[in-house]
């Protein structure tokens, strides 16, 4: 017994050291994006992933890279962990990694500002987007950066866009293409002297950019439209000279704009979409399960750093004595 003991002990010692030394890496990786800080923002961050890890079930090992790519898009060290929290429930909800989560909020975050959007808002819209069309949170988080940036430059809002997704996908275009033809509709119709720009002008009197800052919407806009290209006897297809650009407004168009409106009505409801969803899923054995191995791999890593100081003097006695040895 006092043999297996023994055994036991040394794999845990062993593993342990492995496991902060894995850690303490990964952590210093961390510590190059923020060059000014010293090491107890370091020991900060440091018990700040461990604890992070253990209340939502989340390996370090997958914590520690999440936190790289949110401090790499420029989110802020001190409510990095507030982000995260929001990026996890949306992947936890969204039945995907924290890495993707990080990854599509953070994109709609630097679009809009976070003076604008804040983590929380643009997940629940996102999630939104999933409940009413036919896509997922890994899908939506990987092609928001297609249409964001314009959507945001010239005034549209996030829920317009993930409103408009929703319904082209419900369709059955795909995420990707969608986005594509979300921001081909929305770059003719802001370049002023282009066949949409006109076209608009000849039914509102204003440009579209002007029109979204006298207090329109995208939604309203397409809608008109379409009850323009209805009442000439067009298609919406010859307002536009990119295809793809009229296929999104004509798609969002074709039953005279009212699905579309209902969706917009959804949008404005999304509040709580992305907390209701990681309490579904997060009430699960999965769920205890994971919790339960996060929990154990921490006490590995901190099992590690109290050993670690008595390590650290035999490998440096060995290299200092290796010609001996």
Request: hydrophobic share 45%; glycine share 10%.
């Amino acid at each position: 017994s006092v043999k297996a003991g023994g055994l036991a002990a040394t794999a845990a010692a062993v593993g342990g050291v492995k496991a902060f030394t894995d850690f303490d890496t990964q952590m210093r990786e961390v510590l190059t994006l923020l060059p000014d800080a010293g090491m107890e923002a370091f020991d900060q961050l440091g018990d700040q992933v461990k604890d992070f890890s253990k209340e939502f079930g989340k390996l370090p090992s997958e914590v520690v890279p999440s936190l790289y790519q949110a401090l790499s898009a420029g989110v802020p060290q001190d409510n990095v962990f507030e982000f995260l929290e929001v990026a996890q429930k949306a992947a936890k909800g969204g039945v995907t990694e924290l890495e993707t989560a990080v990854d599509g909020i953070s994109s709609v975050v630097n679009a809009y500002g976070s003076d604008v959007i804040s983590a929380t808002e643009a997940s629940d819209l996102m999630f939104t987007s999933v409940r009413l069309g036919k896509t997922n949170f890994e899908e939506l988080s990987a092609s928001l950066f297609q249409v964001a940036p314009i959507a945001s430059s010239i005034g549209v809002e996030f829920s317009s866009v993930t409103g408009a997704l929703a319904n082209l996908t419900a369709q059955g275009v795909p995420t990707k293409q969608a986005s594509t033809q979300m921001k081909a509709a929305l770059a003719e119709l802001a370049k002023e002297g282009t066949k949409a720009d006109v076209a608009f002008r000849e039914l509102a009197g204003v440009g579209f950019t002007q029109f979204l800052a006298e207090g329109g919407n995208m939604a309203d806009a397409f809608v008109a439209l379409g009850e323009g290209a209805a009442a000439s006897g067009e298609s919406v297809i010859d307002m536009f000279s990119s295809i793809e650009g009229a296929q999104a407004v004509l798609a969002l168009t074709a039953d005279g704009g009212e699905a579309l409106m209902a969706t917009m009505d959804e949008m404005s409801a999304s509040a709580g979409a992305t907390e209701s969803a990681f309490e579904t899923m997060d009430g699960s054995l999965g769920s205890s399960f994971d919790r339960i191995k996060a929990n154990l791999a921490v006490a590995g890593i901190e099992l590690g750093e109290r050993l670690a100081p008595t390590i650290q003097k035999v490998t440096d006695f060995i290299v200092d004595n290796m010609d001996e040895i």
